[in-house]
């Protein structure tokens, strides 16, 4: 199984920042690619979306994900709900790995395949294995300096990429 990502979600200032390392990691031991692209645009551009986990299940979830979001005009948390519901009662959906983290100028969340929706009180969320060390990172940024969201994001995956061997330096960054 792939694994070994780091995504970090800042919302600042009416800014929203989504970063995500580049690297992908084959059985634990075996770094296999170091420029993968696990975070984008969706919805016309709208919205900000980021995984971690199995690269295929997640690929799947986006575009369910996204078809929620056509269905109901672009709101985050409504899509949110819905695929929750999808994935957690869908056989096929619920077999499958991942996390997502999606966000607009006006609000983040984390969706799991357990039906979890989480919005950050803080405005800022990371998920994958340079998560917990990102976020750490990020909520400081965020509280004791006046960086922008993108940049808070961009640091936060540099410093987890200094102690996470999972978690590279090649950062993939998207600002709404």
Not at 109 to 117: C, K, Q, Y
Request: glycine share 12%.
């Amino acid at each position: 199984m792939f694994h070994g990502t780091t995504i970090v979600a800042v919302l600042k200032d009416g800014r929203c920042a989504l970063a995500g390392d580049g690297q992908v990691t084959l059985g634990g031991n075996t770094i296999m690619k170091h420029h993968a692209v696990k975070v984008r645009r969706i919805y016309q551009g709208k919205i900000l979306a980021g995984f971690a986990g199995s690269v295929a299940d997640s690929i799947t979830l986006f575009e369910k994900y996204e078809q929620q979001l056509e269905k109901y005009q672009g709101n985050l948390r409504r899509a949110a709900v819905e695929l929750a519901k999808d994935w957690r009662t869908d056989r096929v959906l619920r077999r499958l790995e991942a996390l997502l983290v999606v966000g607009d100028t006006a609000g983040l969340l984390v969706i799991s395949g357990n039906g979890e929706i989480i919005e950050p009180d803080d405005g800022v969320t990371a998920i994958g294995s340079g998560g917990p060390y990102a976020l750490a990172a990020a909520r400081s940024l965020h509280r004791f300096t006046g960086m922008e969201a993108g940049d808070i994001a961009r640091s936060a995956i540099l410093i987890a990429a200094e102690i996470c061997v999972y978690t590279n330096d090649k950062v993939v960054l998207e600002i709404l």
